[in-house]
């Protein structure tokens, strides 16, 4: 499987990221076409205490071809604008393997 991740900074307003992420941004990003799953990790430090990060999600994808087709649909540009307008000055995107 492949991931594409999304790891986001602390925001300014944690209740304003949150309602906007889950209620807006989150189904959003559910209708990407060949998305199998997502997972979403809030972070809730370090182990040297607090962390500059809040949030990862991670977006599973068959192989890098799916990934690639998905990220061509209307949905994924949708999720990309939505994300732009209200952390994209938070968000670093990667893409990932799992290994077994």
Same mark, same amino acid.
Request: hydrophobic share 35%; proline share 5%.
């Given at each position: 499987?492949?991931?594409?991740?999304?790891? *986001?900074?602390?925001?300014?307003?944690?209740?304003?990221?949150?309602?906007? *992420? *889950?209620?807006?941004?989150?189904?959003?990003?559910?209708?990407?076409?060949?998305?199998?799953?997502?997972?979403?990790?809030?972070?809730?430090?370090?182990?040297?205490?607090?962390?500059? %990060?809040?949030?990862?999600?991670?977006?599973? %994808?068959?192989?890098?071809?799916?990934?690639?087709?998905?990220?061509?649909?209307?949905?994924?540009?949708?999720?990309?604008?939505?994300?732009?307008?209200?952390?994209?000055?938070?968000?670093?995107?990667?893409?990932?393997?799992?290994?077994?």
């Amino acid at each position: 499987m492949v991931k594409l991740i999304a790891l *986001y900074k602390q925001p300014k307003d944690p209740k304003a990221f949150d309602e906007h *992420y *889950y209620n807006v941004h989150v189904p959003i990003t559910e209708k990407i076409p060949g998305l199998r799953k997502v997972e979403i990790t809030k972070i809730v430090g370090s182990p040297t205490g607090k962390s500059e %990060y809040y949030l990862l999600c991670e977006m599973y %994808y068959d192989d890098h071809q799916s990934l690639k087709e998905a990220m061509k649909t209307d949905e994924a540009k949708a999720s990309w604008k939505d994300l732009m307008s209200f952390a994209g000055d938070l968000v670093t995107m990667m893409i990932g393997e799992e290994v077994e």
